[in-house]
């Protein structure tokens, strides 16, 4: 399933951050975001995973096909580290956490309670939930932040995987990883603000 971005608009707090966005990402494919900080990226990545509205444009392709990692873990801290995965199965109704353990090396983790894990050890375990979803798209924001080396290509090789299998990725990243992705720079799409007239000037 692809995912198209078109002639998108999006905000946050009110005010434009980033207009006349378009793109497409198919099956197979990896885009990576970069921009500086504040340029908007976290706000498109939640505009594209249903958490916002955009202002104006389409986004098609999205409905039951996104999985979503924010800045947050999403972990439950008092199950442990299989129960959380268990959860999520459920959530989303797919069966199974092998797959998520062995990609994330949870193995001598899984009866853990999350909440007693390292904050590297929860970034392998937030990020391991997409592997549980069953979602063709994934879609993360910063994902290696707390991660270790190791850690790092565990995850690139976990993505590798997923496109390896017909899944696509669209991650917002300082780092490189390693992967044969194509690159969006989000600074060009910097919204304009709206012209002050003279009757706002005369209050200045
Ligand atoms: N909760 C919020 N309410 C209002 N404005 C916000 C909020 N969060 C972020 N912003 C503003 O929205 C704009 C875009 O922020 P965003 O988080 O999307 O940028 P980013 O490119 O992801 O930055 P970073 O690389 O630092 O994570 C910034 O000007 C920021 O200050």
Redesign the pocket.
Known sequence: MSLRISDLCIA??GIP?LEGLSFALEPGQALILR?P???????LLRTIAGLQPPVSGTIDGAEDMIAYAGHSDGIKPTLTVSENLDFWAQVFGTEGIAAAIEAFDLDMLRDRPAGELSAGQKRRLGLSRMLVTGRPIWVLD?PTVSLDVKSVMMFADAVRAHLGQGGSALI?THIDLGLDSAVLEVGPFKAKLPAIDDFDGAFL
Not at 37 to 43: F, I
């Open positions: 946050r707090g951050v921009g900080n504040g340029s908007g990226k976290t706000t910063e917002a």
